[in-house]
């Protein structure tokens, strides 16, 4: 069965490899296991809907009027910032080209030379310095490519990531060099927030308490005991992971960098990023320019995408018949008769029929394709024959 190509441009986003989902023609990017990111979105917009629909109308009256106004100004920021971390880039590189791969390739076996067999070859590393400090790049057989400094590759979303953090599910991405500020406020205002409304709600059941009793309180105000267990709950993991990266971001340290250990000071090998200094390096991390994706997401790129000549086959028959269906009526065929004369005419050619000298010439052909042969042609007469008819005309004289 022959394959037609096609070629049509499409976005660069649709043709991404790895295990990642795109909404809103590319300017959306999320993980594709998404929810426990759901489940983020339900803790919070429903604990702070029981909050305002039971305790702020009562605080509001018997306290102040900031009080709702504050919650909604954090929740607004919590949001905010949740949905940035979780709908951008985190970072991600993209991976090499058939042709670049082919040259990487190339170029280690070259350094590396011929490994005998039965041997593993040697570890694919190149090696860098960044202020006085060696620092290895490893080789990433996913991607094809030697891995920036502090990159690394995320099994869950299958992408090698800058400045990789870790993979939060509950955000439903990955948190690295394009994204980890948002992540860092997310974590901090969503502690705020959670200590705010555990705290008033104390405050409000105290208050009811005291008019009407501790149980008439609880009756009357339900979603107070659920805001309390959600609160005290979260309270502690949401708070403790804020102080967790509070001290990482201090040291100008990544999660990942934490985990294996990489700057923990054996062999000498100190952190080439740090700058020594506390408040520097809260500044690089939270105040620092915000760094352009390197994926062009939403870029145009031509697909020859191969269609079987079967598939093509009835889409070009259909169309035909809906255009012969379209037209009013079919155009009447024209049937043209023409008596063609013989290239050379004889007795038994009627004379209509003869070709005339006059007759018009058929569209490509010139008018001496229309003369009549001759039907004798005479034979030329040769020097010899003139002379013995001369030489008979004198002795008959």
Known sequence: MSAVMISRKVRKWEKLPGKNTFCCDGRVMMARQKGVFYLTLFLIIGTCALFFGFECPYLAVHLSAAIPVFAAVLFLFVMAMLLRTSFSDPGVLPRALPEEATFIEMEIEAANGNVPSGQRPPPRIRNVEINNQIVKLKYCYTCKIFRPPRASHCSICDNCVDRFDHHCPWVGNCVGKRNYRYFYLFTLSLSLLTIYIFTFDIVHVVMRSVDDGFLSALKETPGTVLEVLVCFFTLWSVVGLTGFHTYLISLNQTTNEDIKGSWSGKNRVQNPYSHKNIFKNCCEVLCGPTYPSVLDRRGLMRDDSPVSA???????????????????????????????????????????????IDAPAAPGRSPEDHLPAPSFIPPLASPETDAEASVAKDKNH
């Open 310 to 356: 079967s598939s093509a086959a009835p889409s070009s028959s259909s169309s035909s018949s809906l255009s012969f269906s379209n037209s009013s009526k079919p155009a009447p065929a024209t049937v043209t008769t023409r008596t063609t004369a013989p290239l050379i005419p004889n007795e038994h050619t009627p004379d209509d029929a003869k070709p005339s």
